[in-house]
């Protein structure tokens, strides 16, 4: 099959998802004034606790199985490199663009993070049902492809809110108004184990005070044993803090570990999946509900990108073109390398939908919810909503590019 089309194949999924978003876009207008803010916020809650997991168990539980497993291994390894070089690629456009420290953050968690999931639950179903889609047959390849990509969305939302959420939470303690010198802040020992954190602003004791204050307790040389539970008990405090398990654990990620024990065991298995399981009903009631995830998230996008279209916020042209050289340059180039030895060597399985998932994780846009993340820390809301418009304006032409171009190399 050519390359053109190929190319064509691949523009009809990236086109269904300008559409919805389109439609998403105009619903949150004035005008229309269905999809606003709270509506949005609403919605999104709905996807978020109950048309994603529902989407994400049921098609690992249909195709995950024990041989299975074994085979898919390499994935989350393949996201850790996406979010490495990300992570890499994004301090050297933040060192040649001179980003101020308010956008750092930003910068980092859109280079590192992508939209591992979102993206992929749309383009693979319409990429399936295509004539001259490489995958062979549309409902095996639809079956297989979600599956994937539900295993994507959850490892990329666990390294999402880990990872990215963290960086830009450090990167997040700036004066408001400011915007450039950190908040000075003076570390004082309490209560002989515990760290407290005062800030000179608004604190009475002056700073010679303070001085005198941590003399004493540099200097002190007697040395108490801590028991090795008390210890476990600190370690384990301060991991806590440093990652919020809530995010961690979300409902997408607690979807897959259902969705592997029903498809992994076989009692489970035989109860749910099939046309003559027992319990079958159960599980096609969780798809029923989970049809309802792809279009609701896509207007939720579309509605979201309105913003960054009204926002007033002023971000370097230098910032936008290095985030956009960095998702749609520099990651697909080196991802192609990676997966492309990876297959060489043996290490990945044969499948050409497999493989295309792996390249196309380098290929996407920034995960939506780094958005989520900045309104969070109140940090670069508005700079994120124009980055994402633009960001996710070029994807149309660089998505469609890049899966014509795999899909050439897996034909």
Partial sequence: M????????????????????????????????????????????????????????????????????????????????TFIFGLIFGWIVIKVTGAPPKLRGLILGCCSAGNLGNIFLIIIPALCKEKGSPFGAPDVCQTYGLAYSSLS????????????????????????????????????????????????????????????????????????????????????????????????????TISVIVGFIIGGTPLFRTAMIGE?????????????????????????????????????????????????AVRYILLPLLGTVLVKAAVRFGIVQPDPLYQFILLLQYAVPPAMNIGTITQLFGVGESECSVIFVWVYALASVAVTVWSAFFMWTLS
Wanted: hydrophobic content about 45%; glycine content about 8%; overall charge positive.
């Fill in 2 to 81: 050519g390359l053109l089309e190929l190319f064509i194949t691949a523009c009809v999924p990236v086109l269904n998802m300008l559409l919805v978003t389109g439609v998403g876009s105009f619903l949150a207008t004035d005008f229309a004034g269905i999809l606003g803010k709270e509506a949005r916020k609403h919605l999104n809650y709905v996807v978020f606790y109950v048309f994603n997991p529902c989407l994400v168990s049921t098609y690992l539980a249909k195709t995950i199985t024990m041989e299975s497993m074994a085979k898919l291994w390499f994935m989350p390894v393949n996201v850790i490199f």
């Fill in 276 to 324: 003559s399981a027992p319990l079958r009903v159960l599980r096609e009631s969780a798809e029923l509900i989970g049809g309802g995830a792809i279009p609701s998230v896509t207007l939720i996008m579309g509605g979201n990108l309105i913003t960054g279209l009204r926002g007033a916020a002023s971000v370097p042209r230098s910032v936008i073109a290095g985030v956009a």
């Fill in 153 to 252: 969305l959850a490892i990329g939302a666990v390294f999402l809110w880990t990872g990215a959420y963290n960086i830009i939470r450090a990167n997040s303690e700036v004066i408001e108004g400011d915007g450039n010198s950190p908040t000075t802040q003076t570390k004082a020992l309490v209560s002989g184990s515990t760290t407290g954190v005062v800030t000179e602003d608004n604190y009475p004791i002056s700073r010679d005070h303070l001085v005198e204050c941590a003399l004493p307790l540099i200097s002190n040389t007697t040395k108490t044993k801590v028991p090795l539970s008390e210890r476990a008990k600190r370690i384990t405090s301060s991991v806590s803090r440093a990652v919020d398990l809530k995010k961690l654990f979300a409902p997408s």
